[in-house]
């Protein structure tokens, strides 16, 4: 394959030739790398279960509060959960996947993952509330700003966000800063997701701060820092 270097803004010639290189050969590094993702794609959902289990149990008494206290909301709540999980999922595939030439998704699906990932979870939260009332637990145990879900969201992302960069490690040769904030609003979706079983709050503006600011967070987060750890 042959490439132009001689033309505004193209990378150098010996950046092609070593894309190329990689690509056209099968290597131990990109063996490595796609067992690394395989085992991200199992360990994230598992360690997401773990916390919203736990912060469950430490805060409320019982595991997953957000889909038991309030009955009457449950269709709507699990239409909710099955829509965001669905796109959790896709948007983690999506962001980690290497493809077939070893560069990964194209730019305007990573585009599409960052764009919209935290968008759509605010419009699917925030107009109307998935929990139909407030209950007594969640009037006294229930920041009106969240705190308790930025910290459960916090961690989350934290989690998803280092396994992300550690299975893309020194193995993404272009797009760099556009994969990180892919990822980023990958771990930011894991981040939702968990708080949608976690918190059984109404509150207009909790669910602002304490659940749609941290996946923004998230994106963003992983524009600034994930290129240092992905680039060869």
């Given at each position: 394959?042959?490439?132009?270097s001689?033309e505004?803004?193209?990378?150098p010639?010996?950046?092609?030739?070593?894309?190329?290189?990689a690509?056209?050969?099968?290597?131990?590094?990109?063996?490595r790398?796609?067992?690394?993702?395989?085992?991200v794609?199992?360990?994230?959902?598992?360690?997401?279960?773990?916390v919203?289990?736990?912060?469950?149990?430490?805060?409320?008494?019982?595991?997953?509060?957000?889909?038991?206290?309030?009955i009457?909301?449950?269709?709507?709540?699990?239409?909710?959960?099955?829509?965001?999980?669905?796109?959790?999922?896709?948007?983690?595939?999506l962001?980690?996947?290497?493809?077939?030439?070893g560069?990964?998704?194209?730019?305007?699906?990573?585009?599409?993952?960052a764009?919209?990932?935290?968008?759509l979870?605010?419009?699917l939260i925030?107009?109307?509330?998935l929990?139909?009332?407030?209950?007594?637990?969640?009037?006294?145990?229930?920041s009106?700003?969240?705190a308790?879900?930025l910290v459960?969201a916090?961690?989350?992302?934290?989690?998803a966000?280092?396994?992300?960069?550690?299975?893309?490690r020194?193995?993404?040769?272009?797009?760099?800063?556009?994969?990180?904030?892919?990822?980023?609003?990958?771990?930011?979706?894991?981040?939702?997701?968990?708080?949608?079983?976690f918190?059984?709050?109404?509150?207009r503006?909790h669910l602002l701060?304490?659940h749609?600011?941290?996946?923004?967070?998230?994106?963003?987060?992983?524009a600034?820092?994930?290129?240092?750890?992905?680039r060869?």
């Amino acid at each position: 394959m042959k490439y132009r270097s001689d033309e505004p803004g193209l990378p150098p010639a010996e950046l092609y030739e070593r894309i190329a290189a990689a690509t056209d050969s099968p290597s131990p590094v990109g063996s490595r790398t796609s067992k690394r993702i395989s085992f991200v794609l199992v360990a994230v959902p598992l360690a997401s279960a773990l916390v919203v289990a736990t912060a469950s149990y430490l805060t409320f008494g019982q595991p997953a509060a957000g889909v038991k206290l309030d009955i009457r909301s449950l269709g709507r709540l699990w239409f909710a959960l099955g829509l965001f999980g669905a796109m959790t999922l896709a948007a983690t595939y999506l962001a980690l996947a290497q493809g077939r030439d070893g560069l990964g998704a194209m730019a305007a699906v990573l585009i599409a993952i960052a764009c919209l990932i935290a968008p759509l979870y605010t419009i699917l939260i925030a107009p109307e509330p998935l929990h139909a009332s407030r209950t007594a637990l969640e009037a006294t145990q229930i920041s009106p700003w969240g705190a308790r879900c930025l910290v459960v969201a916090s961690i989350v992302i934290a989690v998803a966000l280092t396994a992300f960069l550690f299975a893309l490690r020194r193995a993404v040769p272009v797009s760099v800063r556009l994969r990180g904030a892919a990822l980023g609003a990958a771990a930011g979706a894991w981040a939702g997701l968990t708080l949608l079983f976690f918190c059984p709050a109404a509150e207009r503006m909790h669910l602002l701060v304490g659940h749609s600011l941290p996946v923004f967070a998230a994106t963003l987060l992983g524009a600034l820092i994930a290129p240092a750890a992905l680039r060869p």
